[in-house]
């Protein structure tokens, strides 16, 4: 059984702590969190639960951590740190920061002789995937990513780190008429305010500046700066009544040509529809951290992304039961 390590124990957690279970060959051996642990409520019995700062102390007990904090300030800093002692799988989806990130924690890795993947959910992730297979298949082309409308934990988790805020919801919007015309076959240069738009629903603490707080968001970067924002500010009360729910989605769409004089046209589409992002996102970290154990087993190091992992590696099943089921 590969014994799996959850950093973290919030909705990302819970999703990676419920694709453990289900494994057949995997074994949830701790939880590790920055709260304090006699808090903490874990849904797989007689699992330790231990402070973050005690986790060097089962280097021996854990065979891969899934790392599940937030982009925005979190994993930038613990995903490097715990590299350097486990293998070890993050979501990291700023897309923008995400060489940067991998210099870091491949560094990290490489001393100390363990394997890191980086950026490992379906956007980025398993849409990183389809779109490279998009491109090579079709190199005369042009694709297009749409997500949403569903809720975005990187973007929520973000505004949540902003002074005066205790809670929040982030949607992310495709503009219906920009994927219409790309399904339609046309190739049109859209800039990412085209293409989506964000909803954020903010519950703000009794007193505190809410100018400042929608200033703060509208000029994220990397977040909000590029997109139309519209922010709402909501009771307590209000958002678990109506935003509970972390549902999400979205697809991948590339329209190419091929033939001599690129006469014929094709699309092509990848699209998913989630009731649930995180249980989603934490069933890919699962899939993905079978992989980085494999890796190290066979003397790997370092730090990859999903375009450096074999497809098999994800699988529990052997390589027959893939190409006489699958294949």
Not at 79 to 84: D, E, L, M, R, S
Not at 209 to 237: C, G, H, Q, W
Not at 260 to 267: A, G, P, R
Request: include cysteine.
């Amino acid at each position: 059984m590969i014994r799996v390590g959850i950093c973290g124990y919030g909705n990302l957690g819970k999703g990676v702590e419920a694709a453990v279970y289900n494994a057949p060959d995997m074994e949830l051996a701790a939880v590790f969190t920055r709260r304090d642990p006699s808090g903490v409520r874990l849904r797989t019995p007689n699992v330790p639960v231990v402070p973050f700062s005690k986790m060097d102390e089962y280097r021996d007990r854990i065979d891969v951590i899934v790392n599940c904090g937030g982009s925005a300030t979190d994993l930038p800093e613990t995903t490097p740190a715990i590299a350097g002692n486990f293998h070890i799988v993050d979501s990291f989806d700023t897309h923008a920061k995400i060489q940067e990130h991998f210099e870091k924690v491949d560094a990290a890795a490489k001393k100390g002789g363990k394997v890191a993947i980086i950026s490992v959910g379906w956007d980025p992730g398993l849409f990183s995937l389809n779109r490279l297979y998009m491109n090579a298949v079709l190199p005369n082309g042009n694709d297009y990513t749409f997500w949403g409308r569903g809720v975005s934990q990187g973007h929520s988790d973000a505004i949540r780190r902003i002074e005066g805020v205790l809670d929040a919801r982030q949607y992310t919007v495709p503009v219906e008429d920009a994927m219409k015309r790309v399904r339609s076959g046309e190739t049109p240069t859209l800039s990412a305010r085209q293409k989506h738009t964000r909803e954020c629903f903010v519950v703000a603490e009794e007193g505190a500046d809410l100018d400042r707080i929608e200033r703060e968001i509208k000029t994220m970067p990397n977040y909000f700066a590029d997109y139309d924002t519209t922010v709402n500010f909501i009771s307590m009360e209000e958002l678990r009544k109506n935003h509970l729910g972390i549902p999400h989605g979205g697809c991948v769409i590339r329209s190419g040509k091929t033939g001599v004089n690129l006469e014929t046209s094709h699309t092509m589409e990848y699209r998913l529809n989630l009731e649930s992002n995180p249980e989603f996102t934490g069933s890919v970290l699962t899939a993905y951290a079978r992989a980085a154990y494999r890796l190290g087993n066979q003397g790997e190091n370092g730090c990859k992304t999903v375009f450096d992992i074999a497809p098999a590696l994800l699988s529990s099943v052997s390589g027959e039961q893939l190409r006489a089921k699958i294949l």
